[in-house]
C-alpha cells in the first residue's frame, strides 16, 4: 500500500510541476506583452561635448542653471611665413586677438554671455552680448536623433571712429553703425561615448563695413570631437563663408590679400573643474562677426598660430 501511495503522488507532484511551467511561461508570456506596451521613458543624451565651444565655432552645449563659466581665449602670431619664425618666437611675441567672457545659465536651456575681445581688424575693442537656447535635445533611443541649439550675439565696436577715411571699415557714423549681429543654429549629435559631430549654418549682418564689403554673410561650419583618453581629446571645425563673387575679387584686388576658409585643431583636456584647449588655427580673430567674413590667413603659407582657451565653472547653486 504504501508503495502505490507513494507512486502515486509521485504523478500527482509530476502532473503538478507540469502545470506550474505551463503556467509560468504563459504568465512570463503575458507580462512580457504588458511591459512592451508601457511607454519607456526617453533617456536623454547629455555630455554631446565637454565644452561650450571647439576651436572657433560653438557646440550645443548650454551651462546649468545659476552656474557661471568664466572662459579667456588667446591666439598669438603666425608661427612660420613672412611674419613668423625665430625672430618673432613663433608667434608667442605677438597676439592677434583676446577674449574674455561670463556665460551664465539663467535656466538648463538659456544662458546669457557677455564678453570683451580686443579685436583682430581695423574693428576693435568689442563688446559682446549673447544668447544661447536649447531647441531639442538627443534621446537614447534615437526618437530624437539629434540636439539643436539657437545662438545669437549683438557685438558692438568700441573703437574710436576714423572721420578721415569715409570708405573705411570705422567710418562710423552713428551709433547703430557699430553694432554686428550673428545668427546660428547649432545641430549636433553624439555618435558614441568618444565621438560628437556639429554642423552650424549661420548668417552674419554687420551695419557697418569697408566700402563694397558684404554686410550680410551666410556661412557653414562643421567641427568634431573624438575622444583619446579619459581626460583628453582631438577637436577640430571647419567654416566656410559664402561670399559674393564680385565684392570678393573687388576686395582681394583692393587689400592684395584673399581670403580663406578657416581651420582649426587642437586638443582639449579636462582638470577637474577646467577645460582647457591648445589649438592652432588659421583665424586671426575669436569672434564669429569677425574670422568668419574675414580671415586672410593660409595654412600653407605658415599663417596659422598657437591659441589656448581655459574655462573655469562656478555653481551658485543652494545645497
Not at 557685438?155 to 552713428?174: E, F, G, L
Not at 551709433?175 to 568618444?194: C, E, H, W
Not at 563673387?245 to 584686388?253: N, P
Not at 583636456?269 to 575669436?286: C, R
Request: glycine share 6%; charged share 20%.
Amino acid at each position: 500500500m504504501n508503495i502505490e501511495f507513494n507512486q502515486t503522488n509521485q504523478k500527482i507532484m509530476f502532473v503538478l510541476v507540469l502545470l506550474c511551467l505551463a503556467l509560468s511561461g504563459m504568465a512570463q508570456q503575458d507580462l512580457e506583452k504588458e511591459l512592451e506596451t508601457i511607454p519607456q521613458e526617453r533617456e536623454k543624451v547629455t555630455a554631446t561635448f565637454k565644452s561650450g565651444k571647439l576651436i572657433n565655432l560653438h557646440t550645443n552645449e548650454t551651462i546649468h542653471r545659476n552656474e557661471l563659466d568664466f572662459k579667456v581665449d588667446h591666439r598669438f602670431g603666425d608661427i612660420a611665413g613672412d611674419n613668423g619664425g625665430i625672430s618673432q618666437f613663433f608667434g608667442l611675441d605677438n597676439s592677434t586677438d583676446i577674449r574674455i567672457g561670463f556665460d551664465y545659465g539663467v535656466s538648463d536651456r538659456l544662458t546669457a554671455g557677455l564678453a570683451r575681445a580686443k579685436g583682430a581688424t581695423a574693428v576693435q575693442q568689442l563688446i559682446e552680448l549673447s544668447l544661447k537656447f536649447r531647441l531639442l535635445q538627443q534621446t537614447s533611443d534615437d526618437r530624437m536623433p539629434l540636439s539643436a541649439t539657437a545662438f545669437v550675439s549683438n557685438t558692438i565696436a568700441a573703437v574710436k571712429a576714423n572721420k578721415d577715411d569715409p570708405t573705411a571699415a570705422t567710418s562710423y557714423s552713428s551709433f547703430t553703425d557699430r553694432m554686428n549681429y550673428v545668427s546660428q543654429l547649432i545641430l549636433a549629435r553624439k555618435f558614441s561615448p568618444g565621438l560628437s559631430l556639429v554642423l552650424i549654418p549661420s548668417y552674419i549682418h554687420r551695419n557697418y563695413t569697408q566700402f563694397n564689403d558684404q554686410n550680410d554673410l551666410f556661412a557653414l561650419g562643421a567641427g568634431g570631437r573624438l575622444k583619446l583618453s579619459k581626460r583628453m581629446s582631438l577637436v577640430v571645425d571647419y567654416t566656410v563663408p559664402f561670399r559674393n563673387k564680385e565684392e570678393k575679387q573687388y576686395l582681394e584686388t583692393l587689400n592684395q590679400t584673399r581670403f580663406y576658409n578657416v581651420l582649426g585643431a587642437g586638443l582639449e583636456m579636462e582638470t577637474g573643474g577646467h577645460v582647457f584647449h591648445f589649438n592652432f588655427t588659421n583665424a586671426t580673430a575669436i569672434q564669429e562677426m569677425q574670422f568668419i567674413p574675414q580671415t586672410t590667413s593660409s595654412w600653407t603659407k605658415g599663417q596659422y598660430r598657437w591659441g589656448f582657451s581655459i574655462s573655469r565653472r562656478f555653481s551658485f547653486n543652494k545645497r
